[in-house]
């Protein structure tokens, strides 16, 4: 919207040059905003979140001049299934976070059209003993933020030791903090263990006697992930284990090689609040593009879920903003009426640029547009600019739509910025001080 924000501070000269004072001319912008967004209002339209149909199409306007615009179809549901996935109520308000809740895992190798969301959590790890189970249906399991070693001082500590007996009871007294720890886990009679720090050997040893799988040093944000996605609860301290913290809510534990790597899969997850996106391609390049047009996706569908409501594209809503506008600079009295139609005239700049970038006439396309939009009044404010051929259609039937949040949100910011910059007097440019010769204290150079 750079572009826009441009073309206000651009039209704002004239009435500068004509001694309009910036104050009015920040009101009259202030007052063409409120009347933009009143006619933005007027041409969404809703769409329901719910529809498949209408989201895919809404999403894959956003990603079709891509590099995944090739695998459109894919992309699109894996963005809508991994918003849908991580999009929960709290306290009467709609969050969705996909930045925290659904990762994306990219794994070199493979086609891309094996590219899938996990109703679940994945994770780049192996199990900690090779004795311990790689697969385990509907676990029961326990999420640690704790060490299962033995605990040592927190500053240094020095021991003095005379007698044989006292160093045998040092070394128990090691063992029995490490094997308390694991009952007070075992109690609870989990499959999984996972800690974000160390496991110790003498705690393995107690686990695959016990027959459970333990992973060991986890990040944080994979713990809370699968603490979403399994039901579970992170624990600080292993006495403090109840039965509520367990998760019992994931279908299968899993670990698979992909490539050179093992990785662990924790899925069928009964209401995964989390997700993992595991994104699979010929080379690291490929996936790091893919990821980035990934995350436009999910911002487009991310959007939509909290505002649901879609402006035409291709210049339509520009356009239909810039003539209503127009329209009403004729009733404005006074001095404000100039600038209030400069931002009209501002608002034109989008499709005059999807025109030019086509290699078609501006100005006559233009005319047309116009046109269009000030016979057909509130009905035919959906025509907009083809990108490609540079010719008017109907964005209703060419079907390119943009989330209404995403459109007022940057014609504010057109706006407020153009405003800012107006409420600026004067630059002074200060010229570099060149220290006076012979190293003297004080600051010479230019009066």
């Not at 949100?409 to 010229?431: F, N, P, Y």
Request: net charge neutral; aromatic share 4%; hydrophobic share 40%.
């Amino acid at each position: 919207m750079g572009c826009t924000a441009g073309e206000m501070l651009a039209m704002s000269l004239p009435q500068l040059e004509r001694n309009i004072h910036p104050v009015n001319i920040i009101a009259a912008y202030k007052r063409a905003l409120a009347d933009a967004l009143v006619v933005m209002e007027e041409i969404s339209v809703p769409v329901d979140v719910n529809d498949d149909k209408a989201m895919t199409q809404l999403i894959s306007a956003s990603i079709g001049t891509k590099y995944v615009s090739r695998w459109s179809t894919l992309m699109c549901n894996l963005a809508l299934e991994a918003v849908r996935t991580v999009t929960s109520e709290v306290g009467g308000k709609k969050e969705v976070d996909t930045k925290r809740y659904a990762r994306v895992e990219k794994v070199p190798g493979g086609q891309i059209e094996d590219s899938r969301v996990l109703d679940g959590v994945m994770l780049n790890k192996d199990i900690t003993h090779p004795k311990m189970r790689r697969r385990i249906e509907n676990p029961r399991i326990v999420l640690l933020d704790c060490t299962l070693e033995y605990k040592k001082g927190e500053s240094q500590t020095a021991i003095e030791v005379t007698k044989e007996e006292d160093w045998k009871r040092i070394l128990e007294i090691e063992e029995e903090q490490v094997k308390h720890m694991c009952e007070a886990i075992l109690a609870h009679k989990p499959d999984l263990v996972i800690t974000e720090k160390g496991v110790s050997d003498l705690a393995q040893h107690y686990f695959v006697k016990a027959g459970v799988t333990a992973l060991r040093r986890v990040r944080k944000t994979d713990n809370n992930r699968i603490a979403r996605a399994v039901g579970a609860t992170i624990v600080n301290r292993v006495d403090d284990i109840t039965a509520s913290d367990v998760g019992t809510a994931c279908g299968l534990f899993e670990i698979e090689k992909i490539g050179d790597e093992y990785f662990t899969f924790l899925t069928q997850c009964r209401t995964p609040k989390a997700c993992t996106i595991l994104l699979r391609g010929p080379s690291k390049d490929i996936l790091n593009e893919i990821e980035r047009n990934l995350h436009d996706a999910m911002g487009v569908a991310r959007n939509v879920m909290f505002h649901p409501s879609l402006c035409p594209g291709g210049g339509a809503t520009e356009m239909a903003v810039a003539v209503r506008l127009a329209q009403r600079a004729k009733t404005i009295e006074g001095i404000q009426q100039w600038p209030y139609r400069a931002v009209a005239d501002a608002m034109e700049v989008i499709p005059r640029t999807l025109i030019t970038n086509s290699g078609n006439s501006p100005i006559r396309v233009l005319t047309q547009l116009r046109a269009k939009h000030a016979e057909a009044g509130g009905e035919g404010s959906s025509w907009g600019i083809d990108g490609d051929k540079g010719t008017i259609v109907d964005m209703k039937e060419f079907g390119v739509w943009e989330p209404q949040q995403v459109k007022m949100q940057s014609v504010k910011t057109a706006i407020e910025s153009a405003c800012l910059l107006l409420r600026v007097d004067d630059i002074c440019g200060a010229k570099q001080a060149q220290s006076a010769g012979g190293g003297g204290g004080g600051v010479g150079g230019d009066d």
